[in-house]
């Protein structure tokens, strides 16, 4: 257990206040932190991992003025240019939220507590599960939700990629990199939802194999993954198995301070203002960006600039004295 120091002990009830909160360290997170910070607002942006979803991208070739570069770099380039602006960066997870009698927002963290005039939400998403029998039993036994972070592991082994999407192409391509023996890329219809580029790249790899019509139903071992059973009665010898199947939008902020949704994203105008006068949001977990294939940094990015400038016209509005 850990014991805190009576000094410590008041540090972390303390309630630090600023003008602007940011939930969200990802490229929208951070995007917002940017313009915000540049425009002189004091901003605290707080995130439960580095670079959101984009931390774990290995490399990406589609962020103009880039050909190529690793999602943590980006990340890195990103909380420097916001921290040069005065961005307070915050690594902790947000437990709780609310709005006070004086229309400001407290945001309670396992790294103290926060007390802002407005916020913005750009809180993404996390992986999605397969929910078959075998999977909780073998998390990090041979079953992962992220390739690019995993991949390494599996060098000459033999796996399974399960999802149609780009995560499940580019993680099924850094696979290859790293030298797994064998890599069976699985969708569970008849098509493949990624870019083009990728299946074309995937095609010209001699150890890739795409199998289409195929639903994992189980996954085996003993200590480790050793096989997965599929719905059509086959199943495969494996080490591995990648759950690549998407996003769930992480909302749960937004519910607790009574944001309205729409089919499962956080509603916003086009100005990215919420129903909730002071609390704005952007990127993926918005209903802006309804496609999951739309779900890209640049887009996330364009929607917390947006946000960033509607949240400085707010504050400006109702708490600058003429
Ligand atoms: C493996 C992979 C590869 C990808 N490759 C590319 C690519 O090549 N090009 C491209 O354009 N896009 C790519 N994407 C998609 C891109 O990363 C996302 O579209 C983008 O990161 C979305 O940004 P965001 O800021 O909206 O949300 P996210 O990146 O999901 O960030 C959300 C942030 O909110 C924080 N958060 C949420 N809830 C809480 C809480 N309760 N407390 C504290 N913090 C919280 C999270 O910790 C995180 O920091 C890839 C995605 C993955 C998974």
């Known amino acids: 257990m850990l014991i805190l120091s009576p000094k410590e002990e008041e540090e972390s009830t303390e309630i630090r206040e600023h003008d602007l909160g940011i939930i969200g360290l990802g490229p929208g997170g951070l995007t ?36 190529n570069i ?44 926060y007390l802002v005039k407005a916020l ?6 996390r992986h999605r ?6 999977e909780k039993e073998f998390v ?9 972070c995993d991949a390494a592991f599996f060098k000459e082994k033999t796996v399974i990629v399960v999802g149609s999407g780009d995560a499940a192409a580019t993680g099924t391509l850094a696979l290859a990199a790293v030298g797994a ?3 069976y890329w699985v969708s569970r219809s008849d098509y493949l939802k990624c870019e083009r580029i ?17 639903l994992a139903t189980e996954i085996k071992g003993t200590n480790t993954v050793e096989e997965v059973l599929f719905e059509d009665g086959t199943s495969l010898k494996v080490d591995g198995i990648f759950a690549e199947i998407g996003a769930i939008p992480n909302i749960e902020i937004a519910e607790m301070l009574g944001v309205e949704l729409d089919e499962g994203l956080i509603k916003i105008d086009d ?18 960006i309804r496609n999951p294939l739309s779900r890209q940094i640049t887009t996330s990015i364009g929607l917390a600039t947006i946000a960033a400038l509607t949240a400085a016209e707010y504050l400006e509005a109702r708490f600058t004295t003429q």
Do not use: W
């Open 271 to 288: 100005d990215c203002n919420t129903n909730v006068p002071g609390i704005f949001s952007a990127g993926d977990v918005t209903s802006k």
């Open 181 to 183: 023996k064998k890599i």
């Open 198 to 214: 990728y299946i074309e790249r995937a095609n010209s790899k001699d150890n890739i194999e795409i199998l289409y019509n195929k």
């Open 32 to 67: 917002s932190a940017i313009y915000a910070s540049r425009a002189g607002i004091d901003v605290v942006c707080i995130g439960r991992d580095y670079g959101g979803q984009m931390g774990l991208a290995l490399e990406i070739e589609n962020y103009p003025g880039f050909e």
């Open 120 to 125: 913005i939400l750009a809180t993404g998403g």
């Open 70 to 113: 690793s999602g943590i770099e980006l990340t890195d380039k990103m909380r420097e240019q916001a921290e040069k602006f005065g961005t307070k960066i915050v690594y902790g997870e947000v437990d709780k939220a609310e709005k006070t009698n004086d229309n400001k927002y407290l945001i309670k963290t396992d790294m103290g507590n």
């Open 140 to 148: 990090g036994k041979g079953v992962s939700y992220c390739a690019t």
């Open 129 to 134: 599960e397969l929910h078959i029998p075998g």
